[in-house]
Protein backbone atom coordinates (compact mmCIF):
# COMPACT_ATOMS: atom_id res chain seq x y z
CA UNK A 1 0.00 0.00 0.00
CA UNK A 2 1.51 3.57 -0.88
CA UNK A 3 1.66 6.05 1.42
CA UNK A 4 2.13 9.74 0.35
CA UNK A 5 4.48 10.54 -2.06
CA UNK A 6 5.65 14.39 -3.39
CA UNK A 7 7.59 15.33 -5.88
CA UNK A 8 10.30 16.33 -6.64
CA UNK A 9 12.35 16.19 -3.19
CA UNK A 10 14.74 19.23 -3.48
CA UNK A 11 14.57 22.21 -5.50
CA UNK A 12 16.46 25.20 -6.09
CA UNK A 13 14.86 28.41 -7.53
CA UNK A 14 15.97 31.90 -7.78
CA UNK A 15 13.54 34.98 -6.75
CA UNK A 16 10.57 35.95 -8.92
CA UNK A 17 10.47 32.52 -10.36
CA UNK A 18 6.99 30.12 -10.27
CA UNK A 19 7.49 26.53 -8.69
CA UNK A 20 4.89 23.70 -8.86
CA UNK A 21 5.01 20.78 -6.46
CA UNK A 22 3.24 17.35 -6.69
CA UNK A 23 1.83 15.02 -4.58
CA UNK A 24 -0.21 11.85 -4.76
CA UNK A 25 -1.86 10.60 -1.94
CA UNK A 26 -2.41 7.65 0.18
CA UNK A 27 -4.36 4.79 -1.52
CA UNK A 28 -8.41 5.34 -0.54
CA UNK A 29 -7.71 8.65 0.19
CA UNK A 30 -9.51 11.69 -1.32
CA UNK A 31 -8.46 14.71 0.73
CA UNK A 32 -5.00 16.74 0.27
CA UNK A 33 -3.69 19.48 2.22
CA UNK A 34 -0.15 21.50 2.22
CA UNK A 35 1.73 22.87 4.69
CA UNK A 36 4.86 24.91 4.87
CA UNK A 37 7.20 24.51 7.27
CA UNK A 38 9.95 26.85 7.99
CA UNK A 39 13.05 25.57 9.88
CA UNK A 40 12.94 25.25 13.55
CA UNK A 41 8.72 25.45 13.21
CA UNK A 42 5.42 23.40 13.15
CA UNK A 43 3.71 23.05 9.59
CA UNK A 44 1.28 26.21 8.25
CA UNK A 45 -1.62 25.17 6.92
CA UNK A 46 -1.86 26.58 3.14
CA UNK A 47 -4.89 25.14 1.72
CA UNK A 48 -7.16 21.97 1.74
CA UNK A 49 -8.39 20.49 -1.26
CA UNK A 50 -11.35 17.93 -1.56
CA UNK A 51 -13.90 17.21 -4.66
CA UNK A 52 -11.29 19.17 -6.86
CA UNK A 53 -11.84 21.97 -5.20
CA UNK A 54 -10.10 24.13 -2.23
CA UNK A 55 -12.20 24.13 0.65
CA UNK A 56 -10.39 26.18 3.30
CA UNK A 57 -6.84 28.33 2.66
CA UNK A 58 -4.66 29.63 5.51
CA UNK A 59 -3.10 32.63 5.57
CA UNK A 60 -1.11 33.00 2.87
CA UNK A 61 -0.98 35.16 -0.42
CA UNK A 62 -2.59 34.45 -3.55
CA UNK A 63 0.43 33.78 -5.17
CA UNK A 64 0.25 30.26 -3.65
CA UNK A 65 -2.34 28.19 -5.63
CA UNK A 66 -3.08 24.60 -6.02
CA UNK A 67 -4.87 22.04 -8.14
CA UNK A 68 -6.58 19.18 -7.16
CA UNK A 69 -6.78 16.35 -10.15
CA UNK A 70 -9.59 13.56 -10.48
CA UNK A 71 -7.71 10.82 -9.23
CA UNK A 72 -7.02 13.07 -6.07
CA UNK A 73 -3.28 13.64 -6.43
CA UNK A 74 -2.75 17.13 -6.18
CA UNK A 75 -0.07 20.56 -7.13
CA UNK A 76 0.86 23.10 -5.12
CA UNK A 77 1.73 26.62 -7.44
CA UNK A 78 3.90 29.47 -5.77
CA UNK A 79 4.22 32.15 -8.25
CA UNK A 80 6.61 35.34 -7.92
CA UNK A 81 8.82 33.28 -5.17
CA UNK A 82 10.76 35.13 -2.71
CA UNK A 83 13.50 33.96 0.16
CA UNK A 84 11.28 33.55 2.66
CA UNK A 85 9.76 30.97 0.62
CA UNK A 86 12.34 28.64 1.20
CA UNK A 87 11.19 25.86 3.65
CA UNK A 88 9.90 22.43 3.78
CA UNK A 89 6.38 22.13 1.81
CA UNK A 90 4.55 19.02 3.23
CA UNK A 91 1.65 17.16 1.39
CA UNK A 92 -0.72 15.22 3.61
CA UNK A 93 -3.36 13.26 3.03
CA UNK A 94 -6.52 12.41 4.61
CA UNK A 95 -9.99 10.33 3.96
CA UNK A 96 -12.39 12.88 4.29
CA UNK A 97 -14.42 12.62 7.99
CA UNK A 98 -16.09 15.73 8.24
CA UNK A 99 -13.66 16.89 10.20
CA UNK A 100 -12.22 14.22 12.45
CA UNK A 101 -10.30 12.58 9.96
CA UNK A 102 -6.28 11.46 10.33
CA UNK A 103 -3.83 13.27 8.08
CA UNK A 104 -0.55 11.20 6.35
CA UNK A 105 2.23 13.03 5.39
CA UNK A 106 4.29 12.76 2.75
CA UNK A 107 8.19 13.06 2.68
CA UNK A 108 8.37 16.90 1.52
CA UNK A 109 9.60 19.10 -1.08
CA UNK A 110 12.58 21.13 0.08
CA UNK A 111 12.55 24.37 -1.65
CA UNK A 112 15.52 26.46 -1.44
CA UNK A 113 14.97 30.11 -2.79
CA UNK A 114 18.26 32.08 -3.76
CA UNK B 1 -6.64 34.44 17.78
CA UNK B 2 -5.35 30.47 17.68
CA UNK B 3 -2.29 29.50 19.70
CA UNK B 4 -0.65 26.59 20.15
CA UNK B 5 1.89 26.44 23.34
CA UNK B 6 4.47 23.81 24.02
CA UNK B 7 8.10 23.60 25.51
CA UNK B 8 10.67 24.01 23.11
CA UNK B 9 12.84 21.09 24.24
CA UNK B 10 13.06 18.81 26.97
CA UNK B 11 15.89 16.40 27.87
CA UNK B 12 15.43 13.14 29.48
CA UNK B 13 16.89 9.29 30.17
CA UNK B 14 16.95 6.28 28.07
CA UNK B 15 14.28 4.30 29.91
CA UNK B 16 12.47 6.98 31.68
CA UNK B 17 9.04 8.48 31.15
CA UNK B 18 8.56 11.87 30.03
CA UNK B 19 5.55 13.83 29.78
CA UNK B 20 4.93 16.18 26.79
CA UNK B 21 2.92 19.04 27.65
CA UNK B 22 0.27 21.27 25.06
CA UNK B 23 -2.25 24.04 25.78
CA UNK B 24 -4.41 25.65 22.87
CA UNK B 25 -6.62 27.92 22.33
CA UNK B 26 -8.53 27.78 19.43
CA UNK B 27 -12.00 29.67 17.65
CA UNK B 28 -13.30 25.76 16.96
CA UNK B 29 -11.97 22.22 18.32
CA UNK B 30 -12.83 19.22 16.48
CA UNK B 31 -9.57 17.03 17.75
CA UNK B 32 -6.14 16.90 19.11
CA UNK B 33 -2.99 15.28 17.36
CA UNK B 34 0.38 14.35 18.04
CA UNK B 35 2.96 13.97 15.67
CA UNK B 36 6.61 12.37 15.68
CA UNK B 37 8.30 14.30 13.27
CA UNK B 38 12.77 13.06 13.27
CA UNK B 39 15.16 15.57 11.40
CA UNK B 40 14.54 16.28 7.92
CA UNK B 41 11.40 13.45 8.00
CA UNK B 42 7.64 14.04 7.62
CA UNK B 43 6.25 14.38 10.87
CA UNK B 44 3.88 10.66 11.53
CA UNK B 45 1.00 10.02 13.51
CA UNK B 46 1.30 8.95 16.78
CA UNK B 47 -2.31 9.72 18.66
CA UNK B 48 -5.92 11.46 18.65
CA UNK B 49 -8.09 12.67 21.06
CA UNK B 50 -11.43 14.15 20.80
CA UNK B 51 -12.93 13.03 24.13
CA UNK B 52 -11.66 13.78 27.41
CA UNK B 53 -9.54 10.90 28.74
CA UNK B 54 -6.67 9.52 28.16
CA UNK B 55 -5.79 7.16 25.01
CA UNK B 56 -3.18 4.51 25.67
CA UNK B 57 -1.10 2.93 22.41
CA UNK B 58 2.35 0.83 23.53
CA UNK B 59 4.35 2.79 24.90
CA UNK B 60 2.62 5.97 24.06
CA UNK B 61 -0.58 7.38 26.05
CA UNK B 62 -1.88 10.79 24.79
CA UNK B 63 -4.42 12.67 27.01
CA UNK B 64 -7.28 15.35 26.44
CA UNK B 65 -8.77 17.63 28.75
CA UNK B 66 -11.15 20.36 26.24
CA UNK B 67 -12.33 22.64 29.55
CA UNK B 68 -8.75 23.10 30.27
CA UNK B 69 -7.61 23.34 27.06
CA UNK B 70 -4.84 20.81 27.67
CA UNK B 71 -2.99 17.48 26.42
CA UNK B 72 -0.09 16.04 27.13
CA UNK B 73 1.99 12.91 25.53
CA UNK B 74 3.55 10.44 27.87
CA UNK B 75 6.54 8.30 26.53
CA UNK B 76 6.83 5.29 28.70
CA UNK B 77 10.12 3.21 28.56
CA UNK B 78 12.22 5.68 26.59
CA UNK B 79 14.45 4.49 23.80
CA UNK B 80 17.69 6.56 22.10
CA UNK B 81 15.60 6.63 18.66
CA UNK B 82 12.73 8.60 20.74
CA UNK B 83 14.67 11.57 19.68
CA UNK B 84 12.51 13.42 17.84
CA UNK B 85 10.30 16.59 17.63
CA UNK B 86 6.58 16.25 18.98
CA UNK B 87 4.38 18.02 17.46
CA UNK B 88 0.86 19.02 19.13
CA UNK B 89 -2.05 19.88 16.70
CA UNK B 90 -5.54 20.85 17.14
CA UNK B 91 -8.11 20.50 14.46
CA UNK B 92 -9.68 23.92 14.99
CA UNK B 93 -13.18 24.90 13.01
CA UNK B 94 -13.63 23.62 9.37
CA UNK B 95 -11.00 21.87 8.14
CA UNK B 96 -8.15 23.79 8.99
CA UNK B 97 -5.31 22.02 11.49
CA UNK B 98 -2.83 24.31 13.67
CA UNK B 99 0.34 23.13 14.74
CA UNK B 100 2.48 23.84 17.88
CA UNK B 101 5.92 24.76 17.16
CA UNK B 102 6.88 21.08 18.35
CA UNK B 103 8.88 19.88 21.57
CA UNK B 104 12.54 18.63 20.78
CA UNK B 105 12.95 15.76 22.92
CA UNK B 106 16.60 14.48 23.35
CA UNK B 107 17.07 10.95 24.78
CA UNK B 108 20.51 10.49 26.97
CA UNK B 109 21.92 7.11 27.60
Known amino acids: DAGVTQSPTHLIKTRGQQVTLRCSPK?????VSWYQQALGQGPQFIFQ???????QRGNFPDRFSGHQFPNYSSELNVNALLLGDSALYLC?????????????FGPGTRLLVL | GQNIDQPTEMTATEGAIVQINCTYQ??????LFWYQQHAGEAPTFLSY????GLEEKGRFSSFLSRSKGYSYLLLKELQMKDSASYLC??????????FGAGTRLFVKA
Open chain 2, 89 to 98: AVRAGGFKTI
Open chain 2, 26 to 31: TSGFNG
Open chain 1, 49 to 55: YYEEEER
Open chain 1, 92 to 104: ASSLDLRGQETQY
Open chain 1, 27 to 31: SGHDT
Open chain 2, 49 to 52: NVLD
